[in-house]
């Protein structure tokens, strides 16, 4: 009744190319907005921003990085982490090698490393495919962490390789309370999204999902194989490098190579398995998923069971539970959560009747 | 009908007095300390003998004395596994206090969580608790406010390790020429102190040969086999975890002799050296605090608190093993604090900032650990706003196949030796944060 798609028309050629095209999903989107940047600040505490808001922003965009390469793209990968570290360290190396360097330039700056690195390890997919990707972006995982430990050089010059985050000084504002490093956060991780929604629209992203669906066809059609597989790795790379370096600045303040180890590629595979391959808005349904689950599931085990069962139980317990729902859901919804959401979007249009 | 519905209010009356009545009984006297606990995982044993310890002392407290001068130790836990992102989340849950009880202390008792909230604690004005490891330089309070590597911090503990080396020896001097090869981990804790050693190596001319076990540390014929043909007289080990009964086995086979390895202080539990069996016997390590069930506080946890069945340990086993002793350790520590800090600011629940003080204040002689109940398992300590970590002293013990020897006395860190490199390293990390040092000698 109120999501109804008739009597808008697009009457120029520039409305026909929005992202949204309905006038209700934009305004939902500006409402977000104003709840994110407006009210949010206000009403949130530090437990939000901590330990909810800005990790999940930050693994949105792990998740973003990956979708577009995997998703979109559909080249394989367990390297995610490997980027997000390179992304970290970078930035962090060259704030000190560039004293004086904005914060928001090292963000992007640590990005440009983390695609050239991307694209040196994309390389082997112009000749493998599927599960061989995977073992070749695994090396990169193994790689990047063992030269991260191996080299102080790269945590300058401290033996336990532990990099810590700078002040986070934005045109001499400081953004080091936790309100403020979520505004960073959001400010840094939103336009790529813009970037990221416009760029699957665009003949690039075509190409992406004309390769995915069957890259000897889109060679034949004459997609240039090498450029866009190479672009995918790029591209991919630059938003998980950024992402690393939220993750180390704006979320933790501190990092050690460990801290970007496989069970970190796993999760960020895990949130677009989830969420969705092949959609923007899966990031964000993915990562709220792995980030809150646990933590609801914590705190009712604490306030409920406490007390009935041994603390270890509880905790081996709770693990069972993620997992079993992990499963009930890709059983329910191999898709992921966009494509419930698209249903549900789906059945609003029609909304008081019935299919 | 009207008669049921003003039972009902009654007991809406009722409840929400009874709930206002409990409200105000806790917010008037408790003080609360967040666990950051890990009970699952692959660092289990750890967490489960550790925060079992600190709460049977906990729980000790309040069942013999009703808390601290009145004021009642309340708890709460949260599971970390080790992860540091998770260690990020329980200590936002939990810093703000528990039903009015306001936070004490942090002691996440792992070195990546210590990293990572050490910024945000100090913000919040929360003391950070690293016992017997964390961030060396933090031993500086003047630069890090509120965190404290009590007892020992990671360079005293090399430095100490190679002093008894020297006494073994017959002095320092006797160092010269001899050779000591050091197997770490290949992690930021295992790195952590190799430019002590590098130091320590020129400064008494004794000849260095490090080598770096891969984590987990599964697989270590190599390195051993490196050790055979270079023949060191000692070696030390800093291992974690599945590392070390894996070095003593693997020394077995090589022929290397147990009793001149010499393990760090995560290669000093019951859980290290039990699984190597036979192979570990005669392996020496260094501790802050003996195992054993002898101590009188412990003898009063078994009394008051394991055999009223309130004890935390599932495996009533692990009483007074090397990690649950740690666990009473940190747990005599944080509530002397919590005394310390009432006697200056009042017999009421403190807030993190006035435990801080002291923590700042701690100070156990002979005396007052007599009075504890703990000569001979804590070392005499003394702390000041400069000096953050008190102790520096370790006892050498030897596994005899079942359990731990103490073999010697308290021997000292070179901690003047160390103090200018700490200070060093804790000024470059001030100038890089921006923080401008606290002028100790202003603070009482």
Known sequence: MFYQ??????TRYRQDGRALRLWQQRAALWALLLLAFGLLPVIGNDYWFSAILIPFLVLSLAGLGLNLLTGYAGQLSLGSAAFMAVGAFASYKLQFLLPGLPLLLS?????????????VF??????????????STLAAQFFVEWLLTKFAWFSNGNESGVITAPPLLVAGHDFGSPAGRYLLTLSVVLPLFVLAANLVRSSLGRNWMAVRDMDTAAAVIGIPILRTKLLAFAISSFILGVAGSLWAFTYLGTVEPHGFDLSRSFQVLFIIILGGMGSILGNFLGAAFIVLLPIVLSILSGSLLSGVLPAGQLENLQKIIFGVLIILFLIKEPDGLARLWQGWRARARLWPLRF | MKNHLHTLKGAVVLALGLAAASATAQAGGEQYFPLQSYRVGPYAAGGTGFFGGFIDYLQYVNLKEGGVNGVKLTWSECETEYVVEKGVECYERLKKGLNGAPAAATNPLSVGIAYATLERSTADKLPLITINHGRTDSTDGSVFPYVFPLQLNPYSEVSAIINYIGQKSGGLSKLKGKKIAVLYHGSPYGKETNPILELLSKKYGFQLVSLEVPHPGNEQQSQWLTIRQQKPDWVILRGWGVMNPVALKTAQKTGYPADHIIGNIWSNSEEDAAPAGAAAKGFISITTH?????????????KTVLDAGKGNLADAKRFGTVYYNLGVVNGILNVEAVRLAQARFGKKPLTGEQVRWGFEHLHFDDKRLKEVGALGLLQPLQLSCADHEGGGAVRFQQWDGQQWKVISPWVQADRKLLRPIIEDSSHKYAKEKGITPRDCSKES
């Open chain 1, 5 to 10: 798609e008739s009597g808008q028309f697009s």
């Open chain 1, 107 to 119: 963000f992007v700056a640590g990005g440009v490393v983390a695609a050239a690195v991307g694209v």
């Open chain 1, 122 to 135: 994309g390389l082997p997919s112009l000749r493998i495919k599927g599960f061989y990707l995977l073992v």
């Open chain 2, 290 to 302: 003996p195992s054993g069930t002898q101590f009188p506080v412990l003898q009063g946890i078994k």
